[in-house]
């Protein structure tokens, strides 16, 4: 081998050692900003302590307000639902307004953020979130309690449902951006890990093709 080849293969491994730290040891955790793999790329191996310090940090939820009913009934179904912004989240929102509202059930719309952007209160994309869900929880009869998390979001979800001693996860079939397809989708995780059970909408597409063929009728709107 000669020194030109030797030496682009010492490259390689270089920045493929940093690029796998972050995706083996980041991106699992939430963490899906670009800036983290070209930090691994040029770090390469030197990266690895420092994403492992990073993906050690615990999810947080920074957030949680809004309206919906009071705690402390019981006999309340309280329904937590993922909320992206996603096309396929928005189908969650719609179907588990669909299935559960009008019965007294309490609704918990949760969005989650990348550990970086809930480090700082004032970060747009976390006021983005907030509109967000207020905008979803308009969707819904009664409103919803309203909570931002940071970190994986699976893991997110079922912090929230165990604090919120939910009845039931609704969630999208696919969320935003390319982690889904590089580690697997939140809603196939949740469906093996939860505690409750989980509720996976079906695709807008599927949903329209089956309500146009009769299989399913329109919800009636109040």
Not at 175 to 190: I, T, Y
Request: with cysteine; net charge neutral; charged share 25%.
């Amino acid at each position: 081998m000669d020194t030109v080849a030797y030496v682009a293969v010492v490259i390689a491994l270089w920045v493929l050692t940093g690029l796998a730290a972050v995706v083996v040891l980041l991106a699992r955790q939430g963490y899906r900003a670009g800036g983290w793999y070209v930090m691994g790329a040029v770090l390469g191996p030197l990266f690895i302590p420092i994403a492992a310090e990073r993906a050690r940090r615990d999810v947080a939820v920074l957030e949680r307000g809004g309206g919906g009913r009071p705690d402390g009934d019981p006999d309340r179904l309280t329904v937590v639902v993922g909320v992206d912004g996603s096309t396929e989240s928005d189908q969650a929102v719609r179907a588990a307004g669909r299935l559960f509202a009008g019965g007294g059930a309490t609704f918990v719309l949760v969005s989650v953020l990348d550990p970086d952007e809930g480090e700082f209160p004032d970060d747009p994309r976390r006021r983005a979130a907030h509109d967000l869900l207020a905008d979803r929880a308009g969707w819904l009869p009664e409103g919803a309690v309203l909570e931002i998390g940071c970190g994986q979001p699976a893991r997110v979800l079922q912090e929230v449902a165990s604090a919120e001693a939910a009845d039931v996860l609704v969630l999208g079939r696919r969320g935003r951006g390319f982690s889904r397809r590089l580690m697997g989708s939140v809603a196939a995780r949740l469906a093996h890990e939860a505690a409750v059970p989980v509720v996976v909408a079906p695709d807008a597409a599927v949903q329209a093709e089956r309500t146009a063929s009769g299989q399913e009728r329109p919800a009636r709107r109040s």
